[in-house]
């Protein structure tokens, strides 16, 4: 019973650097988020997908990409990182909107240097 | 300007005693407030979920109430174990169709022997 699965669980960057944040889901949800947690902040969300082939922004998105070419898999992309985007990221699924519950990955702490 | 705000930020107890914690929120119009548990380096998980016409449901040890008029909710934990030490999450979905919950920052709890 995996749920949400992220990968990597850590990671350190240098600037300017570009990676794939990896996220899966075996619970056939439709909605899929992702999120990033700031030291003593609520999580804010970056980018949003409600079903393959249909990604849109969230609350930050600048810096970020994503793509949803199946049901199961919501990779988010840093083409050039900088160190604000030092945070924890969490990926997230749900079978419907804001109204259903969301289940969360175990998250990626990600650091720029 | 949709808020939640939780109080207190954080909170000692001693194993087995009682705690609530409080969340207050400015979120309209509203769908649904929901508590997640945060343990340290893993992702939130859900605890309760309420919509506006339910004033009250548990999980175990964790009761959640919910005041619409005022806008407010807490949730209550009895007789607190070593394993409740973690931060506390208060989520408010703003509406049925939308996909951007409004997180609290938490309520780190911490209980000790």
């Known amino acids: 019973n995996a749920g949400v699965t992220q990968t990597p669980k850590f990671r350190i960057l240098k600037i300017g650097q570009s990676m794939t944040l990896q996220c899966t889901q075996d619970m056939n949800h439709n909605y899929m988020y992702w999120y990033r947690q700031d030291p003593g902040m609520g999580l804010k969300l970056i980018y949003y997908s409600v079903g393959a082939g249909i990604t849109d922004k969230g609350e930050v998105p600048n810096g970020y990409n994503v793509s949803r070419s199946t049901t199961e898999d919501f990779p988010l992309r840093l083409e050039l990182a900088a160190p604000s985007q030092t945070s924890v990221y969490f990926c997230a699924s749900s079978y419907g909107g804001a109204g259903t519950e969301a289940f969360f990955g175990q998250g990626t702490r990600l650091t720029v240097v | 300007k949709n808020q939640v705000e939780q109080s207190p930020q954080s909170l000692i107890i001693l194993e087995g005693k009682n705690c609530t914690l409080q969340?207050?929120?400015?979120?309209?119009?509203?769908?649904?407030l929901r508590w997640y548990k945060q343990d340290t380096g893993r992702g939130p998980v859900s605890l309760t979920i309420m919509t506006f016409s339910e004033n009250t449901k548990s999980n175990g040890r964790y009761t959640a109430t919910l005041d619409a008029d005022t806008k407010q909710s807490s949730l209550h934990i009895t007789a607190s174990q070593l394993s409740d030490s973690a931060s506390y999450i208060c989520?408010?979905?703003?509406?049925?169709?939308?996909?951007?919950?409004?997180f609290g920052k938490g309520t780190t709890l911490s209980v000790s022997s």
């Open positions: 989520v408010v979905s703003p509406n049925q169709a939308g996909t951007a919950l409004i």
């Open positions: 969340c207050n929120y400015t979120v309209s119009p509203f769908s649904n």
